[in-house]
């Protein structure tokens, strides 16, 4: 039986990462996880704090993947506009969620910094509350959109919220080798073996550490035979180039 | 006299950000170092290396904005397609670079080696290069496409070969300050203060430090008599919510 793969995309939403003043390490952490629960994150995009930019984008990548998860935007201040984006992504009133309104108001403040705070209770009127086990207001969820903070720990504990509840396809495993070649020493060699195993992907990702130049050959797939009939493949054009594979790893 | 602002898109193609393997750093650095060009970086998109996709996100991406900055894909292996997709994409044949092929002939290979490498001076019939200090083969340009390698310290190498040629708008500045307070505690002068200054972007970045949490505040934008403005109004409202401002950096 061959399960289908199921497909997911990423939502950057923040001004700080397309500056340069941020660097974003969400995204690796959110395509590592998923990949894991046999998830394949198939595209990401970066969006600046902009309304139409960001409704635009959800409706493309929602269309496109089975999932969508977005980061970043969600706070309190007047530059967290995700929420209010989705709304509108989805054609949807944004109402005060009564749990999170709830959890808010559990916590005593003055009057102005808890109405600030309440902000962070307004979602899409369908949306599911996404757990936040760091003690902050929760996520959420509207159809095939996961809106999460861009916090990476917030981030990191929202989507560990998730684990066993979502589709799941195929997980896509991983075998590597190092050849301490050029890549044009091996190029030909592997462009026959990616044409032999047209189902695992082959990659090639050269490399330079310190007076040695080499290549790391990274192949994906599915189909754990598969993947071990090609190292065989790509061990033995690494020996036929005069080399000897190094570091294989099985992921 | 106001400035037209110049604006650029990064497209990261690579199978390897989207699995998790690899960390992407080029997006940070290409953002940065625009910026301080005076070329705001709007929007980023990461594709795997996939030939529709590729030329989609590149026809979308080059006419949204001024310049497009690719980075991956264009090396010597059966996965490296960049190039192919930029002539596809601009509808172009794609030729070999009599400049190109001849770097690579000077460094002499048997046959099938060097017929791999010569596969690194096929670019698009109205491409013009990129320098690579670093010694192998260079990028490319096609209109206001600019096609970078993949390694970061190749890629750094490119673009800072392309400083003084491309058209620059008025630099972004920042202000930055923090202050020792939850968002929500400051959140509504926030939003009055970023109504008062409309051409200066205000973000808050809350973050948690050991036992303390806090919110770094950052104001970017061109005029500079604004920033100021605006950074005294952000430090007034630190003071009146009962906290100090701490770490203000210019830049």
Chains 1, 2 share one sequence.
Not at 149 to 165: F, N, T, Y
Not at 203 to 218: A, C, E, H, I, N
């Amino acid at each position: 039986m061959s399960l289908q793969a199921i497909t997911a995309s990423v939502l950057v939403i923040g001004n700080e990462i397309l500056s340069g003043r941020t660097q974003d390490i969400n995204l690796n952490h959110i395509a590592t996880t998923l990949g894991e629960w046999g998830i394949q994150v198939r595209e990401a995009r970066v969006v600046a704090d902009i309304e139409e930019e960001i409704v635009a984008a959800v409706n493309e990548l929602r269309s496109r993947y089975d999932y969508l998860f977005t980061t970043g935007g969600i706070g309190p201040t007047h530059d967290d506009i995700t929420a209010e984006c989705i709304a509108k992504a989805f054609d949807e009133p944004l109402v005060e969620h009564p749990i999170i309104a709830k959890l808010i108001r559990a916590r005593p403040a003055p009057d102005d910094i808890m109405e600030s705070r309440l902000r962070m209770a307004r979602i899409p009127q369908s949306a599911k509350l996404v757990d936040n086990a760091t003690g902050g207001p929760p996520g959420f969820r509207v159809d095939n959109v996961f809106v999460m903070a861009g916090i990476p720990a917030v981030m990191q504990a929202m989507l560990a919220s998730l684990d066993g509840k979502l589709k799941s396809g195929p997980v896509v495993r991983s075998r590597s080798v190092t050849a301490y070649l050029g890549e044009s020493q091996i190029a030909a060699k592997l462009g026959e073996i990616q044409d032999d195993f047209p189902d695992v992907d082959l990659g090639s990702y050269p490399f330079f550490q310190k007076d040695r130049y080499g290549t790391s050959l990274v192949m994906r797939g599915t189909d754990e035979a598969q993947l071990d009939a090609m190292l065989e493949a790509v061990k033995e054009a690494i020996v036929s180039s005069g080399e000897n594979p190094h570091d294989i790893q099985r992921g």
